[in-house]
C-alpha cells in the first residue's frame, strides 16, 4: 500500500490548549495545512481540548508524574468547583502516591517524558493502516521528537521535527539526567530528521556546531501568528497611560527591572502615578516581580490574571486577550536575563506585532529579536539596564502626553500561512527524497 501524500502524522503533546504557546505554534498551523490538502492525524496527550475538525487522538502517558501532571488539566477543564478539584488532585496524588516517588527519585526527566511510548504505539497502529506520508513532531515536550525519531526509524518514513525552545544549552541548571537525554536526542535530531526546524537563528548554528552531520537539514522558520479572526480594533487614547504585560512571569523572565526604572521616573515626576497603569495578564507573579511590584503605589499595578472563555458570550480566553491586546497604549515584552534567552524569542512576539500597538521589548544577547522589534520601530532595551528601560518609559510618556500612540497601520509581515508554506515546502522535498531512495 502506498503513501497517501496528503496525510500527515502530527506529534504535539500540547495541542489545542488555549493559551500555551507550545500549542499555539501547531494548532494556528492547522487551518492553512487544510487549505492546502494536507489531512492532519493528531496524537497529542489529553491536557488540551478534543479537536472537532481534524482526526485527533488523545493518549495518556504511562508515568504517575506524567499523569499527574496531565490528569490535572482534565480535572480542571471538567470540574468547576475548586474544593471538588482539590479533592480529585488530592485523592490522585494520594493513590499514585509509591510509584509517583519512585520515579522522582530514579527518572529525573520532563514530567511528559513517558508520552512517547503511548504515542509510538498509537502512531505505528497509524502508520501501518493508513500509511501517511510524513511524521511531523512539534514541541513542547521532548517526547514527541523521541516518539518521531522510533517511528520514522522503524517504518523509514520522512521526519520532520519541529523545535520550539533549544533542548540543550550552556550553564544547564536542570537535572544532570535530563541534561544528557536532551543531548542524546538532540542528536538523534540531526543525524537522523530529514528536516530539523528551529525558531531562531543563533539555536540553529548552535545545534548545526554540535552536530555537524545535520548541515543543510537544519532551517530556521518564524512561527509567527494569524490575524485575529475578529479584525483589528482602532486604538484610542484614553485618561490613562496603560502598558499592558502578557504571559507568565518566572524568576528567569520578571518584572524586577522594570519596576524598578518605573519607580525611579515615578519618583523624578510623582504625578505619573494618578496616570501610568501597569496591567498584569497572566499567572502569578513570581517572587522577585512581587517584591519590585510592591515598592511601585498600589494603584499604579492591576493584576488581571488569566482571562478565560467569557462563560456569557462563549468568547475564548486567547480572543479576549488579542483583543485588550489590541486596546492598551503599549505592551511590555519580556525577554529575561539567562543563557537561554540567546536561542529563544517569547512567542508572544508575533502577536504583539499583530496588534500594531508600541512595544517595549527588554531583550538579553539576542540579535535576531532585536532585529524584528526594531524594524517594527518598538524598543528594544537590554534586561538589565535600568536606564535604558527608564529613558524607553520617559519617550513612551512623552509620545503618549502629545497623543503620538496611533497605531503603526503595519499589519505583521511573520504569519502562520507563511510559515505553513515554507513547512510544505521543506515536508515535500523530504518526501521527493524518500521515494527518491526507495526506487
Not at 145 to 165: F, T
Not at 246 to 267: C, D, V
Not at 271 to 289: C, N, P, Q, V, W
Request: glycine share 8%; aromatic share 10%; hydrophobic share 40%.
Amino acid at each position: 500500500m502506498a503513501s497517501d501524500e496528503s496525510t500527515w502524522l502530527i506529534l504535539s503533546h500540547a495541542f489545542n490548549m488555549d493559551g500555551r504557546a507550545a500549542s499555539q505554534t501547531i494548532t494556528d498551523k492547522i487551518p492553512h495545512l487544510l487549505a492546502h490538502g494536507i489531512k492532519p492525524i493528531v496524537l497529542s496527550a489529553v491536557t488540551g481540548r478534543k479537536d472537532e475538525v481534524v482526526e485527533h487522538y488523545q493518549l495518556l502517558p504511562v508515568s504517575p508524574v506524567g499523569l499527574r501532571f496531565d490528569l490535572r488539566f482534565v480535572f480542571r477543564r471538567n470540574i468547576s468547583s475548586k474544593v471538588g478539584y482539590k479533592i480529585a488532585v488530592g485523592l490522585m496524588t494520594l493513590l499514585l502516591l509509591p510509584f509517583y516517588i519512585l520515579e522522582k527519585l530514579f527518572i529525573r526527566l520532563e514530567p511528559q517524558w513517558s508520552w512517547f511510548i503511548p504515542a509510538y504505539f498509537a502512531g505505528a497502529k497509524i502508520i501501518r493502516t493508513r500509511k501517511p506520508a510524513v511524521i511531523y513532531s512539534t514541541g513542547g515536550a521532548n517526547s514527541a521528537h523521541l516518539a518521531g525519531y522510533l517511528l520514522a526509524k522503524r517504518y523509514s518514513l520522512p521526519w520532520v521535527a519541529e523545535i520550539h525552545d533549544p533542548m540543550v544549552y550552556e550553564n544547564w541548571e536542570r537535572r544532570k539526567m535530563a541534561y544528557r537525554f536532551a543531548g542524546w536526542l538532540e542528536r538523534k535530531i540531526c543525524e537522523h530528521a530529514d528536516v530539523a526546524i528551529w525558531f531562531v537563528e543563533p539555536t540553529l548554528e548552535r545545534a548545526r556546531a554540535r552536530h555537524p552531520v545535520l548541515r543543510d537539514r537544519g532551517k530556521v522558520m518564524i512561527p509567527g501568528a494569524d490575524a485575529p479572526a475578529f479584525g483589528k480594533i482602532a486604538y484610542q487614547r484614553g485618561s490613562e497611560l496603560v502598558i499592558g504585560h502578557f504571559g507568565s512571569l518566572s524568576p528567569t523572565r520578571n518584572l524586577e527591572t522594570f519596576a524598578q526604572a518605573l519607580s525611579k521616573l515615578l519618583a523624578e515626576r510623582s504625578e505619573l502615578k494618578d496616570i501610568i497603569r501597569l496591567e498584569i495578564y497572566g499567572s502569578g507573579a513570581d517572587a522577585l516581580s512581587e517584591r519590585a511590584l510592591a515598592k511601585l503605589p498600589p494603584e499604579v499595578v492591576r493584576r488581571l490574571g488569566r482571562l478565560e472563555t467569557d462563560p456569557v458570550t462563549g468568547e475564548s480566553g486567547r480572543d479576549r486577550v488579542l483583543k485588550r491586546m489590541q486596546t492598551v497604549d503599549a505592551l511590555l515584552l519580556l525577554h529575561g536575563m539567562h543563557r537561554f534567552c540567546e536561542e529563544y524569542i517569547p512567542s508572544k512576539l508575533y502577536e504583539y506585532l499583530w496588534t500594531q500597538r508600541p512595544i517595549l521589548g527588554l531583550t538579553w544577547h539576542n540579535p535576531h529579536l532585536d532585529r524584528i522589534l526594531r524594524e517594527g520601530s518598538h524598543w528594544a532595551v537590554p534586561s538589565n539596564d535600568i536606564d535604558g528601560i527608564g529613558a524607553a518609559l520617559r519617550e513612551l510618556v512623552v509620545r503618549w502626553e502629545t497623543d503620538q500612540l496611533k497605531d503603526s497601520g503595519k499589519p505583521s509581515v511573520y504569519t502562520t500561512e507563511s510559515a505553513v508554506k515554507q513547512l510544505i515546502g521543506w515536508a515535500n522535498g523530504a518526501i521527493a527524497h524518500h521515494a527518491i531512495g526507495e526506487r
